[in-house]
Each structure stands twice: as C-alpha cells, then as structure tokens.
C-alpha cells in the first residue's frame, strides 16, 4: 500500500513538473525548502492551498495530529503548550518560517498548540505528500528534525518549573549546546545504581516511568513515578551527589534532550532562583519517593535511601547572582 502510494505520488511529480504551479512560494522565502530539489518544491506548490484566518483561531490543537504542514504568508502565531494545570506560551511563528512539522516526522499527536494572534496568512500542504519526500530526500528529512527537535527543547525548557527561573539567554544557551537522544519503548536511560551522573534530561516527548527494585524481593519493582513531555530526569544526582537511586524506562518512545550536569553546577552557582527551584524539585522527589516505600522497608530504611540523601541546602547555597 506504502509502495503504490509512494509510485502514485512520484507520477503525479512527474505530471506536475510541466505545468505551472499555482502558487508562487519558493525557498528564498522559506529557508526549510532550500534543500529540496527544483522537481520536489515545484509539485509541493502545485499542490498548496491557502489558507486565510481571523486573529485568535487555533490552527493546532495540542493532541491532535497534524494533517498538513503549515508555511507562514504572513501575519502572527503563538505556540502555547500545557503543562500540568497551567498553559505556557512558548514562542511565536512569523512569516517565512514553517509548523506542523513533528506530528508529520513523528506519526504522533501535536506536543502545543498553535493559534493565530491576528488575521494571518498560510500555505497548507498534505502530510503525506511530505512525508514521502522525507524518504527519499535525507536533506530535507534532517532539516525538519533538527527544526523539531529543537522546538520541542525550547518548549521543554520554556514550561519546566526549574528552568523558567533561568534568564531567557541562557536557555538559549542551554539550547543552543544541548544534545538530543532518542530510546525505544522498553528501554532504560537510567539505572538504579549507575554513576554515570555527567547528564539530566529533559523530556521532550513520550513517557516514562521511574521505579526501584523492592529490596525483599529482587523479582518486583515499586513503580513511583511518570514522566512526561517537559519533565526533568536525574536531576537528583545532581544535587546529592550519589548514584541514581531509580531506574527510569521508556514507556513509549522517548526523545529527550541531553543537559551537561557541569553547565548544571554553573548555573546553580550564578542564578539563585534555579539553585532554589532545583533544591526544592530534588526534596520534593525524594520525599515522594519515601512515601511510596516506607511502609514497604520500613521508615529509617527509606529515609536512608531517600530523603537523608539530600545536603542542607546551607552546604550548596547558591552565590549571589552578578
């Protein structure tokens, strides 16, 4: 079925390259085209439509999937994104620039909502006819990636509860050096156990869950906690200084991005407000985590293994912002 769709579009390509397309966008205008070849952007403009909208109309629903990439004519869009109970706005999308990327990239539903600010102008073109230039065009598929990937970071890092506290230039730094990782369904990014502290992880897309092994029987597993889209992962290492006391597995495919634990310390020593916000986010999982396994091993037993693994504050006072 793949194969023939695939066929079906490179006849109509094919059909298309000799007649003029009807709309007049090109590369110059949007810089995410300029790797396609001349054939590849030609039958995209052959095929898109425009689209004309009020002001506040939401053009993606945070859920939904994406069934069309979106190209920016003009006016204003922003992208809000729920995390918890609150809704963030997160960044804004001007004319030239492109959306609806992910849902296409990923199969899965829109990680933000994106909606109109004033009367705004699009070109839409279908998903599929994307998605099957991104298999034969690697340019173009690694440009729209590291596009994604990048607005799920800022995304991530604009709603998480510890990193809003830091000044909006250095999450563009954090951004800017950040590494992206990806794990299957079923894999582990953290053991239980494992000194290899050098990262924390943002999540910026899928789930996990964090759990430890039941100290009566090796066979069992106390499951504590779930992460999900702007979550933070093995921050606790940074604070204490120990082994990660959980093991944290992908529940569903996991893109997250990478955050060097050295820019970590930095950050913690020149910004007071994150060095508090990240303190109070390890107490909080500690205390957590106590609670899902005193009555299991017993009440000085947790606290061994949890909570009294966490320095007075005093010992790692952020200095003074300068």
Not at 38 to 63: C, F, K, M, N, Q
Not at 79 to 89: L, S, W, Y
Not at 206 to 226: C, L, T, Y
């Amino acid at each position: 079925m793949q194969a023939a769709q695939a066929a079906s579009i490179l006849s109509a390509m094919e059909t298309k390259f000799d007649e003029e397309p009807t709309l007049d966008f090109d590369n110059r205008e949007f810089s995410a085209l300029a790797v396609l070849f001349p054939d590849e952007l030609h039958y995209l403009r052959s095929i898109a439509s425009v689209l004309e909208l009020a002001a506040d109309v939401p053009v993606i629903t945070e859920g939904q999937q994406a069934r069309e990439l979106y190209l920016v004519k003009d006016g204003l869009l922003m992208v809000n994104k729920r995390h918890g109970d609150e809704i963030f706005e997160v960044g804004s999308i001007t004319p030239g620039e492109i959306f609806g990327e992910a849902s296409i990239l990923y199969e899965a539903p829109a990680g933000a909502e994106v909606r109109t600010t004033e009367p705004t102008v699009l070109y839409t073109i279908p998903a599929a006819e994307v998605a099957e230039i991104l298999k034969t065009n690697e340019r173009f598929q690694r440009s729209l990636s590291q596009l994604a990937e990048r607005r799920s970071a800022a995304s991530a890092l604009a709603v998480n509860p510890v990193f809003t506290t830091l000044p909006q230039a250095v999450r563009e730094i954090a951004l800017y050096n950040g590494r992206f990782l990806s794990i299957n369904e079923g894999e582990t990014l953290i053991r239980e156990g494992d000194t290899d502290t050098r990262f924390m992880y943002l999540v910026l897309g899928g789930e996990a869950e964090a759990s430890m092994q039941h100290p009566k029987d090796p066979g069992k597993r106390i499951v504590f906690a779930r992460v999900s889209s702007g979550d933070e992962v093995g921050e606790i290492s940074v604070i204490t200084g120990k082994a990660h006391v959980a093991t944290v597995t992908a529940l569903t495919p996991l893109r997250l991005m990478m955050i060097n634990n050295d820019s970590v310390e930095a950050w913690r020593k020149r910004h007071s407000d994150f060095g508090y916000a990240l303190y109070a986010c390890v107490q909080r999982k500690l205390q957590h985590s106590l609670e899902a396994i005193r009555n299991i091993i017993g009440e000085d037993v947790a606290k061994a293994m949890t909570t009294d693994t966490l320095p007075p504050l005093k010992d790692k006072h952020p200095e003074k912002n300068v």
